[in-house]
Structure formats: structure tokens, C-alpha cells
């Protein structure tokens, strides 16, 4: 059973950095995309950043590029999120969850619905 734990979150002013890791654990192969999720109350959920576990280019959301980058450590089972530049439009629980299944789609396409496993999420708040 895939086990997904974040941790990193907290309070920053604008303009401040956060790093967010997610530890996973269970995982019956070294293929399956990864990725970093957000969702803010009364938003929708919005996939930030991934990658593939097998490495590659990651994939970024529009809304974060340049200010986000993501790093993994396929050994330790390890993907961090590198936030700089940090808005209050960021604040919003983050997710990290992985896409185990067989699918016909690169990880930079792959629909949403096939993410079926996630973390609990840590609490990202920026204030002005």
C-alpha cells in the first residue's frame, strides 16, 4: 500500500520561500508519476507541479512557473517542492499524490482521475 506523508508547511509573508516534502513508501515499482497539488477553500484543485519517478522533465501549472521547482530522490522516495516568490493566491493545502496505475498518457497529461494515491496535505499560508 502506497503511503504518501508532506510535511514543510506554515505562515510566510509575500515574497518568502517554503520548501514542502513528500515521503512515500509502498510503492511496488519505479514507474509512476508524482506530483504536488493544491486546493485553496472554494477553489478548485490544481495540479502544480510532477514529474516522472523515473526522471525527466518535471511539469509545471502556469500559475507557478518560475517560482516553483520540484526535485526528486527516487532512492529515499522523496519529491520536494521549492516555492519562491511566494503570493497570498498561493496559500492553499498542499497535496502530493501519485498515479500507480498503467496509463496512456505522459505524466505531464495524465488526467487527474488517474492520481490514486494521495497524502493528507500540510497548510501553506501567505500573508501580505
Known amino acids: 500500500q502506497v503511503q504518501l506523508v508532506e510535511s514543510g508547511g506554515g505562515s510566510v509573508q509575500a515574497g518568502g520561500s517554503l520548501t514542502l516534502s513528500c515521503v512515500g513508501s509502498?510503492?511496488?515499482?519505479?514507474?509512476?508519476?508524482i506530483a504536488w497539488f493544491r486546493q485553496a477553500p472554494g477553489k478548485e484543485r490544481e495540479r502544480v507541479a510532477g514529474t516522472w519517478s523515473g526522471g525527466g522533465r518535471p511539469f509545471y501549472a502556469d500559475s507557478v512557473k518560475g517560482r516553483f521547482t520540484i526535485s526528486e530522490d527516487i532512492e529515499k522516495g522523496t519529491l520536494t517542492l521549492h516555492m519562491n516568490s511566494l503570493k497570498p493566491e498561493d496559500t492553499a493545502t498542499y497535496y502530493c499524490?501519485?498515479?500507480?496505475?498503467?496509463?496512456?498518457?505522459?505524466?505531464?497529461?495524465?488526467?487527474?482521475?488517474?492520481?490514486?494515491?494521495w497524502g493528507r496535505g500540510t497548510q501553506v499560508t501567505v500573508s501580505t
Open positions: 509502498g510503492f511496488r515499482s519505479y514507474s509512476y508519476c
Open positions: 499524490a501519485a498515479a500507480t496505475g498503467t496509463s496512456d498518457y505522459p505524466c505531464a497529461d495524465s488526467p487527474d482521475s488517474e492520481y490514486n494515491n
